[in-house]
């Protein structure tokens, strides 16, 4: 939001940063629907141009700090129940979201892969440097989602989950490789 709204002066970027959350705080959130300062505060924040040029005003006459604490409390109550609801539904659509973009692949000993490594090296850019590093071959199927895999020739492994895998369709795979999936194989039989 920040880059957004200062196109090109970074140079002052922390004096902007008031107008930036009052825009933020009063702007609708996707999920509860209600604007932050609705379930902070029981009210919307009245915008200076609001102050000037309303005609009428729209506060209510209390006529008691315990009645005016009642009904702000009954509004509280009132927008976090809202909100409750919203999330409910945004929680469902999110869930069908991710599993639409979601892939498991279903991996047996002796397949081929490549390992997603998050580990960044010193001195080398991220964006440039190869997301996946491999192939290695899969070892043990722990459960549906994890996986036991055979990092080199000497026999170095790990257990990761499948987010973290992708399958090698290859054709030129290390000998060392070849040798692991025909013993897999053979303590399989």
Known sequence: MIKAYLCGEQDQWDKNLGCLAAAYRSTPHESTGM?????????????PSELVFSRNSSSEETTSYVDYVAALKEKMHHAH???REHLSVATKRQKEMYDKRQCVHSYEPGDFIWFFEESRKPGITHNLEMSYEGPFVVKQSLSNVNFRIQLDRHGKEK???HNKLKPYEGTNAPKWLQTERRKLKMNKE
């Open 35 to 47: 604007t932050p300062n609705l379930l902070m505060m029981g009210r919307e924040v009245r915008l």
């Open 81 to 83: 129940q809202v909100a």
């Open 159 to 161: 257990v990761v989950n």
